[in-house]
């Protein structure tokens, strides 16, 4: 009995930069203040994704596939399940893109804290530094332990897919976040893909752009400049959101990154250009960091930002109450990871497993980030976001 693994599209998003992202998630300051999480997890009863989390609404975000979402709140391993799933003595290893912010660490988490409750012993935690060479050495490092499950998500969907390919062709069962590998096919080659709800997130993140506008003014897009699916689907659905929602807020700029390092220059040439400029979206958490410090630097306290994923920096600044950062859509990292390992066990219990499966988008604002952080961490804001929250 072995695979899964556990990928994520926006790892080469991630892999360039550092969701989703979503999810995915991160801050630039994760390795040092990394959010605790888990600390309110049940330890008895059903195994599901936390039961607080905001129940009817719709995933908007397809698979890598254009599959149909299925909610991640349907997944549930019973006790029962449970016992049986202890009683094989099944082991697993997390192979990461990266695991240094706050999105892997709360992944890493959430899978942890699922197959303890499974019984699953955990092996392995690799991090390949979004080098898709290491990574492929990390597989194959963890394949000659003969995990029954790896959980992942490829640093490049290329050339990382022959490693996956021998991962599967050992038996091991594979679960991925947000992403498949080139030429793996749900089913047969790997059990399943999880991911946030990155289209709504982009949703998210526009509405409350356009709240904060009043409905009207001239914004930019940063985007990245890469094919990736999980930051595509979010810089799709903001702009689409934009253009036929509310028709009186203008798209006048676009920047693309390459890198997360790159959010500071393109939003500095945004504004410099555009002087006049009244709003920008960032499609994740720390290159909206350096736009952030690019408003400040050009004296526009009063530009608002919107992006994607709840790290700490954005949420300390959501958290003011002149902050600039003004909402963003946030993703689930920890319940994602959940999800992944029940997924997990659904195939080592021989069920069917859905070829796509999403966590719903969180909307998160000054008003309610205290409440968003629980749910995405599963434990209480750090003391300096709620003292900025009053």
Not at 14 to 32: D, V
Not at 164 to 187: R, T
Request: charged share 20%.
């Amino acid at each position: 009995m072995k695979k899964f693994l556990s990928i994520f599209s926006v790892v080469l998003l991630i892999s360039s930069i550092t969701l989703a992202g979503c999810g995915k998630s991160g801050s630039q300051s994760a390795n040092a203040n990394a959010p605790k999480v888990g600390a309110d997890d049940p330890q008895t009863g059903p195994l599901t994704i936390n039961p607080a989390l905001p129940k009817g609404g719709k995933i908007l975000s397809k698979g890598p596939h254009g599959e149909t979402a299925v909610p991640a709140s349907s997944l549930k391993l019973t006790e029962k399940d449970l016992a049986q799933l202890k009683k094989g003595r099944y082991t697993a290893a997390i192979v990461m893109h990266y695991a240094g912010n706050d999105w892997s660490t709360a992944q890493i988490a959430g899978l942890k804290a699922a197959f303890k409750r499974m019984g699953i012993k955990v092996i392995a935690v690799t991090d390949a530094q979004f080098k898709a060479e290491k990574q492929v050495s990390d597989i194959e490092t963890v394949i000659a332990k003969k995990p029954d499950i790896i959980v992942s998500i490829p640093v490049d969907a290329v050339s990382t897919s022959d490693a996956y390919k021998k991962a599967a062709a050992a038996g091991i069962k594979l679960v991925f976040m947000d992403n498949a590998p080139d030429g793996m096919q749900a089913g047969k080659d790997y059990v399943s893909v999880v991911s946030a709800d990155n289209y709504g997130n982009g949703v998210a993140a526009a509405n409350i752009m356009a709240k904060e506008l009043g409905g009207k003014g001239k914004i930019g897009v940063v985007y990245h400049d890469a094919d990736f699916f999980v930051t595509r689907q979010r810089t799709e659905a903001f702009e689409k959101t934009i253009r036929e929602k509310y028709p009186n807020i203008k798209i006048v700029a676009r920047g693309g990154i390459s890198g997360q390092n790159d959010g500071e220059k393109v939003a500095s040439g945004m504004l410099t250009k555009n002087p006049n400029l009244d709003g920008i979206f960032v499609v994740w958490d720390v290159p909206a960091e350096g736009a952030l410090a690019a408003a400040r630097t050009a004296g526009k306290q009063d530009l608002v930002i919107t992006t994607c994923d709840l790290g700490t920096n954005v949420a300390l600044e959501m958290a003011q109450k002149n902050g600039i950062v003004k909402g963003l859509g946030a993703q689930l990292p920890y319940d994602q990871g959940i999800s992944e390992a029940i997924l997990a066990g659904y195939s080592l219990l021989g069920r069917k497993t859905p070829a796509y499966v999403a966590v719903p988008a969180l909307s998160v604002t000054r008003e309610n980030v205290l409440k968003a952080w629980k749910l995405v961490y599963h434990t209480d804001a750090p003391k300096e976001i709620q003292q900025a929250a009053k």
